[in-house]
């Protein structure tokens, strides 16, 4: 469970991106290539307390093969 860095409230995790007017979801990449190799859709967590919100991805081993 994600704690806010704000109020140290719980978020709730699990939240996609999604580009308005369109279902393409965002992705992020290792931008050194120019075939980027990609670490996966970042997810979302939202505090219901304040509002933050907290970008994560699911995926670790992905990020650490990366570097
Ligand atoms: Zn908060």
Redesign the pocket.
Known sequence: MRK?L??Q?DMIEGFDFKIEGASYGITLAENKKIFAKRLGKPKAAV?P??G?ISIYLENTKQIKKAL
Request: hydrophobic share 0%.
């Open positions: 806010c704000r109020c409230s505090c307390n304040c933050e």
